[in-house]
């Protein structure tokens, strides 16, 4: 997993709760379940990873869920991201 809480440093502070961890179509449920209850918003920014299976979740336990589908990393040899954003700007690593 990449470390990326420099980058929402501010909602953090503001009382956002940010988690990182391995979801598997099995463990969904117990993973979304011991941080998440009825009210609460999930953003979802997994990578190759199929939704549908988190929306269900989250519609039967009355969460919201915005996601985002995004491309699974890619590296050079210094571990910096080849991908670039939007507006063919190299992404920041």
Do not use: Y
């Amino acid at each position: 997993m990449f470390e990326t809480r420099h980058r929402v440093a501010d909602s953090i502070t503001a009382g956002v709760t940010d988690e990182q961890a391995s979801v598997t179509r099995e463990s969904v449920a117990s993973v979304l379940g011991e941080s998440l209850s009825a009210g609460d918003i999930l953003l979802d920014l997994a990578w190759s990873i199929n939704a549908i299976t988190s929306s269900e979740w989250c519609r039967r336990e009355a969460t919201q869920r915005l996601g985002s589908s995004l491309p699974k990393p890619i590296l050079n040899r210094s571990g910096k991201s080849l991908v670039k954003r939007s507006g063919g700007r190299p992404a920041e690593s």
